[in-house]
């Protein structure tokens, strides 16, 4: 999911702040490359995106300071729970308490809970919020150019002038030696995926 005003400033109505979604094909691309996450962290019932184990919707709210797993939405009661989730979080846009600065620490938050988390997020190199995510050890970090996120109704919405970036993290305890951060330029719809130097996709299984 995401919300508020696209990457670039383009208006969005206010009944539609939190509605917009990430492209199928998108999610298609990095979950075949890197493994399928559990959980969404930031979704409506109509926007997950994801054949996992559950979301989070507004109601649950996943700025909320409890566990994200231990309060999710679950598709089927049959599914087991996993200790140690991937999760997906493509938050609302926007700046203020409920922005995408205030989901990025949430999200910093809750990773050693996690076994990996993927954040997208508008590539706002300017801020410190995505220099926090983008310094995290053993980060891989890549940026997809400008993408076309899904309307409410599903639809494709406008290219924005503003790039994405893709967070791929997992937990690393302080004091520990984790990889270097990685950065990639992925031009996602016509190149196969970077290659995860330091883990490989049976590692970022659950």
Same mark, same amino acid.
């Given at each position: 999911?995401?919300?508020?005003?696209?990457?670039?400033?383009?208006?969005?109505?206010?009944?539609?702040?939190?509605?917009?979604?990430?492209?199928?094909?998108?999610?298609?691309?990095?979950?075949?490359?890197?493994?399928?996450?559990?959980?969404?962290?930031?979704?409506?019932?109509?926007?997950?995106?994801?054949?996992?184990?559950?979301?989070?919707?507004?109601?649950?709210?996943?700025?909320?300071?409890?566990? %994200? #797993?231990?309060?999710?939405?679950?598709?089927?009661?049959? !599914?087991? $729970?996993?200790?140690?989730? *991937? &999760?997906?979080?493509? @938050?609302?846009?926007?700046?203020?308490?409920?922005?995408?600065?205030?989901?990025?620490?949430?999200?910093?938050?809750?990773?050693?809970?996690?076994?990996?988390?993927?954040?997208?997020?508008?590539?706002?190199?300017?801020?410190? %919020? #995505?220099?926090?995510?983008?310094?995290?050890?053993?980060? !891989?970090? $890549?940026?997809?150019?400008? *993408? &076309?996120?899904?309307? @409410?109704?599903?639809?494709?919405?406008?290219?924005?002038?503003?790039?994405?970036?893709?967070?791929?993290?997992?937990?690393?305890?302080?004091?520990?030696?984790?990889?270097?951060?990685?950065?990639?330029?992925?031009?996602?719809?016509?190149?196969?995926?970077?290659?995860?130097?330091?883990?490989?996709?049976?590692?970022?299984?659950?």
């Amino acid at each position: 999911m995401s919300g508020g005003k696209l990457p670039g400033g383009s208006d969005t109505p206010s009944t539609e702040k939190t509605l917009w979604r990430t492209p199928p094909a998108l999610a298609l691309a990095i979950f075949g490359a890197y493994g399928a996450p559990d959980l969404d962290a930031a979704a409506t019932d109509g926007s997950v995106s994801l054949g996992g184990n559950g979301w989070l919707s507004p109601a649950e709210d996943g700025l909320d300071p409890r566990p %994200w #797993w231990e309060r999710r939405r679950k598709a089927s009661e049959w !599914l087991p $729970l996993t200790d140690r989730p *991937v &999760a997906w979080l493509n @938050p609302p846009c926007g700046g203020g308490r409920t922005g995408t600065g205030a989901w990025s620490r949430r999200a910093l938050c809750e990773l050693p809970r996690l076994h990996q988390l993927y954040m997208l997020v508008p590539e706002c190199t300017d801020t410190n %919020w #995505w220099w926090s995510l983008a310094s995290y050890p053993g980060a !891989l970090v $890549l940026s997809l150019g400008r *993408v &076309a996120y899904n309307r @409410p109704d599903g639809t494709p919405g406008q290219i924005p002038p503003q790039g994405s970036s893709l967070f791929l993290l997992r937990p690393c305890p302080v004091g520990a030696e984790c990889a270097a951060v990685t950065l990639h330029r992925w031009r996602w719809q016509t190149e196969p995926p970077p290659p995860l130097s330091t883990l490989s996709k049976k590692d970022i299984q659950p």
